[in-house]
């Protein structure tokens, strides 16, 4: 049992915390069905540092996660490219955490309790404050 549950609960470990990751931030508004939209789907992720391990056996995902989102089709190759060149383009739609993982993933866990309604943008909701 201990070597089967020890190594599926070690790598789901990782999975929903890098997923959680990636998906919460204090920046990023969450969207009802009525607000929406494939882009704001795919804007509303966050780029996470993950250092040698998320570039070379992940191969960048982590790293390059919004633009995996807007062109889910892009080989992992061209991502970093891909990236920078969308990101004059999205301006404060981007979002990236370079702080590290356990920074980055305490911070998240210790100040993201509940959404509201956002009163500026119809259909979208932020992290309360």
Same mark, same amino acid.
């Given at each position: 049992? $201990? =070597?089967?549950?020890?190594?599926?609960?070690? @790598?789901?470990?990782? =999975?929903?915390?890098?997923?959680? =990751?990636? !998906? /919460?931030?204090?920046? @990023?508004?969450?969207?009802?069905? +009525?607000?929406?939209? &494939? @882009?704001?789907? *795919?804007? *509303?992720?966050?780029?996470?540092?993950?250092?040698?391990?998320?570039?070379?056996?992940?191969?960048?995902?982590? +790293?390059?996660?919004?633009?995996?989102? $807007?062109?889910?089709?892009?080989? &992992?190759?061209?991502?970093? +490219?891909?990236?920078?060149?969308?990101?004059?383009? =999205?301006?404060? $739609?981007? !979002?990236?955490?370079?702080?590290? &993982?356990?920074?980055?993933?305490?911070?998240? &866990?210790?100040?993201?309790?509940? @959404? +509201?309604?956002?009163? /500026?943008?119809?259909?979208?909701?932020?992290?309360?404050?």
């Amino acid at each position: 049992m $201990l =070597l089967y549950a020890v190594p599926y609960f070690w @790598v789901h470990h990782w =999975l929903v915390a890098i997923t959680y =990751l990636h !998906h /919460n931030h204090p920046e @990023v508004p969450h969207y009802n069905e +009525e607000g929406w939209t &494939f @882009v704001k789907g *795919a804007l *509303a992720t966050v780029d996470r540092e993950f250092g040698f391990i998320g570039k070379h056996l992940f191969h960048g995902i982590i +790293e390059k996660h919004v633009v995996h989102h $807007l062109f889910p089709r892009i080989p &992992f190759y061209k991502a970093d +490219e891909a990236t920078e060149s969308i990101k004059p383009l =999205l301006g404060d $739609l981007y !979002h990236r955490d370079d702080r590290s &993982f356990m920074g980055q993933l305490w911070s998240v &866990f210790g100040s993201l309790k509940y @959404v +509201e309604q956002d009163p /500026n943008c119809k259909g979208a909701m932020r992290w309360a404050k």
